[in-house]
């Protein structure tokens, strides 16, 4: 087959304790699975999903390049599910014999920009896609973890902790997102599920340093780069 132009090199994650690496297809973000007492609004009846391109997965550590065009730049720890067999229509009783691995990750987010397009009753999932807006882990395979709910997830600014809750703290369980999610659309190896931040988000600024993670299964180093404007081509 001849193409246009040489399509992008496949996005991928190591995998804990092997030389293979995990191939990112889909990256799925569920909104509001924790308690949050500031939020406006009644909670979601159902899980809410929005999505990030694969390219925006980065690996969590070196520098993180501070985005263009916020004063917010917002913080999110999260627990990141890797599926490894795809399905439709799971199965809540069956949904984690579809998952390979668990990571974890930031889901990175231009709060302002968020906020305006709410404000303006317009699509907000722009505020969620930019350059390296998913720093992720190494992928742990589920079959040396077991049941990974037992954890808290935790993050820090220059040693202050900002954000800690227990995954067992989440409105819907892992088994359940899944399951909602695969009756969407079919979930598909490499698809990753980002499941949601407890509260305590807060703007970074250029030199912050971020130590996060979730316990048993990975931990991040970032530091936060200089503001930069992005120069046309």
């Known amino acids: ?33 924790y308690p949050w007492p500031q939020a406006a609004g009644p909670a979601p009846s159902e ?18 390049p501070f985005p263009p065009r916020t004063e917010e730049f917002c913080h999110e720890i999260e627990l990141v599910v890797a599926i490894g067999t795809g399905g ?54 589920a079959a040396g973890l077991g049941w990974p709910l037992d954890a808290e997830l935790w993050l820090q600014v220059n040693g202050e902790e900002r954000q800690r809750a227990h995954l067992a703290d989440q409105t819907w369980p892992l088994a359940e997102v899944i399951s909602r999610l695969s009756q969407q ?20 600024q250029p030199g912050d340093v971020i130590t996060a993670g979730v316990d048993g299964i990975g931990q991040l180093h970032l530091r936060v780069g200089p503001r930069a404007s992005r120069q046309a081509a």
């Open 88 to 141: 439709v229509d799971i199965d809540p009783r069956h949904a984690l014999e579809h998952v390979f691995g668990y990571a974890a990750g930031l889901d990175l987010t231009l709060r302002d920009r968020q906020r305006q397009a709410k404000q303006e009753g317009l699509p907000w999932e722009g505020a969620k896609v930019f350059d390296a807006a998913a720093p992720m882990t190494a992928i742990v395979p």
């Open 185 to 204: 659309l079919a979930l598909q190896p490499g698809d990753l599920i980002m499941t949601g931040s407890p509260p305590g988000v807060a703007p970074l």
């Open 47 to 64: 899980p809410v999903f929005f999505m990030k391109p694969a390219s925006t997965v980065v690996g969590a550590d070196g520098e993180l």
């Open 1 to 33: 087959m001849t193409y246009l132009f040489t399509p992008p090199a496949i996005v991928s994650l190591p995998v804990h304790g092997s030389d293979a690496r995990f191939p990112v297809g889909r990256v799925f973000c569920l909104g509001r699975n």
